[in-house]
């Protein structure tokens, strides 16, 4: 995500927080552009992908913590940078609560979610499968809301009071995340087996042969994500 180090490479932060942080891909995307930047928590509800994040992030300082975003234990004004995507909590407005709560007075919240309008062309192939992968884990019981439009994550920020500063639309590129979704686009047809007595399993397919179209076509690339920089 060149674009968005070049906008961080300004900064200097003593302290970050990364929520949701999965396997710490996004707090690997903030310490490559901060100028400096003594430590980086990286919050998940499970511990699933840390050691692979461990794996991705060796070297730097970067603290993998269990926790509920939604009700963190950390003390008010904390961090001097706090980054997020929106699509794996439902409650959005406990969550923005929260963030502005940790970050500090004059601190910077970073908003990056993939978007579902206007995608280029080889990033639309990666948002197809995204889409897919969102539908299946709704099916399982794992709450992963469809994708915002620009707008959407925009007047989200805005409802919950932060000032929207800035907005790139940016994409990890990576030949190592390329090379992952390319295995995740041919493992589709074995994982949609699963589903096969499952209502949804029309439209999985139908998703599933777009997603194939695609790919055939443009090949894949990682999806753009619009990146909001705010304030509260």
Known sequence: MDKL??????????KALDIAT????????????????????????SDKMFEKGREKCAGMPVNFVIGDACHMDFEDNTFDVVGNSLHHIPDLAALLAEMKRVVKPGG???????YNDGQ????????????IDCTMHT???IYHHPTYSKSEILWLARNAGLTVEKTLCDLIDDPKVVAKL???????????????????????AAEAAWLN???????????EQLVAFCRK
């Open 5 to 14: 180090r070049q906008e961080l490479s300004t900064l200097h932060i003593e």
């Open 22 to 45: 999965r396997d710490g891909a996004f707090a690997k995307e903030m310490y490559a552009g901060f100028g400096s930047c003594k430590e980086i928590v990286a919050l998940d509800r």
């Open 108 to 114: 910077l919240i970073i908003l990056s979610e993939m």
């Open 120 to 131: 280029p062309k080889a990033s639309l192939t990666h948002w197809i499968l995204h889409d």
């Open 139 to 141: 099916i399982d019981g």
């Open 182 to 204: 390319r295995e995740r686009i041919a493992a589709v047809p074995e994982n949609l087996k699963k589903y096969e007595s499952n209502p949804a399993h029309a439209f999985l």
């Open 213 to 223: 179209e695609e790919y055939e076509a443009n090949g894949v690339t990682s999806a």
